[in-house]
């Protein structure tokens, strides 16, 4: 089995290009790559498009900053793809002035379009948002007398997702609660870097216990400890 590269967060942010869509994973930051996160604010590519279940905390009365909301401050972005910001008052803020397109997608359809765009399928029919301001703008669609949206796949240039445990090969074990939006954001992006807490040998992994199947993983950055 060939093994994956096992990069520096620095030299994984230097793979992320200004106008990139990328997609994050977490769920408030955890199961977020909080190391590549930093890294990739240091690098400061801009223009970005970021999917996200969410865009993590910040209050800027206290300082409290965890996951994605290091790019949001940084101003890294020109459109966010997500499904929750009532947490990050600079996400907030840059929505009301009309500095960032903030896109508010109901969560369960956003990981049903990341999911589509893994699997390749062309969209998703939903019942949700039919009679809202979601639908504007949407192909609605009839079938056995009920109204569904149209809801096409998302797809990412890049995806930085967070594991527990990986091997050399590049086999993903999630802790808990963090599966969230790691698995399906894994197999939606055309280049996928996963930071690990533990990187052991191929073969130390039971094939039982793998979440996301090497196959899918490109670059391996091993996590450090450092403050959400």
């Given at each position: 089995m060939?093994?994956?590269p096992?990069?520096?967060?620095q030299?994984?942010?230097a793979?992320?290009k200004e106008?990139?869509?990328?997609?994050v994973a977490?769920f408030?930051?955890c199961?977020s790559?909080?190391t590549?996160i930093?890294?990739?604010k240091?690098?400061?590519?801009?223009?970005m498009?970021l999917?996200?279940?969410?865009?993590a905390i910040?209050d800027?009365?206290?300082?409290?900053?965890s996951?994605v909301?290091?790019?949001?401050?940084?101003?890294?972005?020109?459109?966010?793809i997500?499904?929750?910001?009532g947490?990050?008052?600079?996400?907030?803020?840059?929505?009301?002035?009309?500095?960032?397109?903030?896109e508010?997608?109901?969560?369960?359809?956003l990981?049903?379009?990341?999911?589509?765009?893994?699997a390749?399928?062309?969209?998703?029919?939903?019942?949700?948002?039919?009679?809202?301001?979601?639908e504007?703008g949407k192909?609605?669609i009839?079938i056995?007398?009920?109204s569904?949206l149209?809801?096409?796949?998302?797809?990412?240039?890049?995806?930085l997702?967070?594991?527990?445990?990986a091997?050399?090969?590049?086999n993903?074990?999630?802790?808990a609660t963090?599966?969230?939006?790691?698995?399906i954001m894994?197999a939606a992006?055309?280049?996928?870097?996963?930071e690990?807490e533990?990187i052991?040998g191929?073969?130390?992994?039971?094939?039982?216990?793998?979440?996301?199947?090497?196959?899918f993983v490109?670059?391996l950055?091993?996590?450090?400890?450092?403050?959400?």
């Open positions: 060939i093994q994956k096992v990069v520096s967060a030299e994984a942010a793979k992320v106008g990139d869509t990328i997609m977490g408030l930051g199961g790559p909080h590549v930093k890294a990739l240091a690098a400061a590519p801009k223009q498009t999917v996200c279940n969410d865009t910040y800027p009365k206290t300082g409290n900053i996951g909301a290091h790019l949001v401050v940084a101003k890294l972005l020109k459109k966010i997500t499904s929750h910001i947490l990050n008052q600079e996400s907030q803020r840059q929505m009301n002035e009309g500095e960032t397109q903030i508010l997608v109901p969560q369960g359809t990981a049903e379009q990341i999911r589509a765009g893994g390749g399928l062309g969209g998703i029919l939903t019942p949700t948002g039919v009679g809202t301001e979601v504007q192909q609605v009839d056995g007398g009920r569904y149209l809801e096409l796949p998302l797809r990412a240039n890049v995806a997702i967070k594991a527990k445990t091997d050399r090969a590049g993903l074990i999630y802790s963090a599966r969230n939006f790691n698995p894994a992006a055309d280049l996928v870097i996963a690990a533990e052991v191929i073969g130390e992994l039971d094939p039982n216990a793998i979440h996301t199947p090497s196959i490109d670059f950055v091993k996590a450090e400890n450092t403050d959400a």
